[in-house]
């Protein structure tokens, strides 16, 4: 069982569905984050959560929803997308809330198409 | 404005070479780079991480350095197998502020070299 566990691995939604894409970190760390991997760009930071409550929020919109009901989970909830939100959506765990001393284990991705 | 460049932006070598990757940041306040290794269709995952005072550091046939001083890094890899093929990412930390919390410590993501190693 990898450390970090993203599902769905793939997801293709219309731009009126709602879904959610759920991640579950078993390392027993302390923080959580949502990045967004769009082609040939580098990874954005979306949304970071330490100890439960979120301490950050990258000017993402409203229609990305995060949830982090324990250290152990983290959920995105999707609505009303549009195809630029296309991506692989990476999911990822640190032992140590401050990022820029901990090391980051990510999960394999969601890869995520909206027609 | 911090900033991780990446070169080159995509490189194919033949099995069984020696190649070196390249990263250039102006990032402040320093605080770690590392680097990544990103298969296709997967998450990254660490090479190596290093502080301002280490100029060097290996994990297996894959070796970083370190230039503080002209903010230089370079991962090179000895004798590529096929399974090097992928996305090398460079990450530098910028200090955040202190406390309990992430208080704004931010990474910096390079866009990424792609290495194809052929037979």
């Known amino acids: 069982e990898t450390g970090v566990t993203q599902t769905p691995r793939h997801l293709v939604m219309g731009m009126t569905n709602k879904k959610s894409l759920k991640c579950e970190q078993h390392l027993g760390h302390n923080a959580m984050y949502w990045y967004k991997q769009s082609a040939k760009k580098p990874l954005e930071l979306m949304f970071v959560y330490n100890f439960k409550e979120q301490t950050e929020n990258n000017s993402v919109p409203s229609r990305f929803s995060p949830e982090c009901p324990n250290s152990s989970h983290l959920f995105l909830h999707l609505h009303t997308l549009q195809p630029e939100d296309s991506a692989l959506y990476l999911c990822?765990?640190?032992?140590?809330?401050?990022?820029?001393?901990?090391?980051?284990?990510f999960g394999e991705g969601s890869r995520l198409t909206v027609l | 404005k911090n900033q991780v460049e990446q070169s080159p932006q995509s490189l194919i070598i033949l099995e069984g070479k020696n190649c070196t990757l390249q990263c250039n940041y102006t990032v402040s306040p320093f605080s770690n780079l590392r680097w990544y290794k990103q298969d296709t269709g997967r998450g990254p995952v660490s090479l190596t991480i290093m502080t301002f005072s280490e100029n060097t550091k290996s994990n297996g046939r894959y070796t970083a350095t370190l230039d503080a001083d002209t903010k230089q890094s370079s991962l090179h890899i000895t004798a590529s197998q096929l399974s090097d093929s992928a996305s090398y990412i460079c990450v530098v930390s910028a200090l955040g502020r202190s406390g309990i919390y992430n208080q704004g410590g931010k990474l910096i993501f390079g866009q990424g070299t792609e290495l194809s190693v052929k037979p």
């Open positions: 990822a765990s640190s032992q140590d809330p401050g990022a820029d001393t901990g090391e980051l284990f």
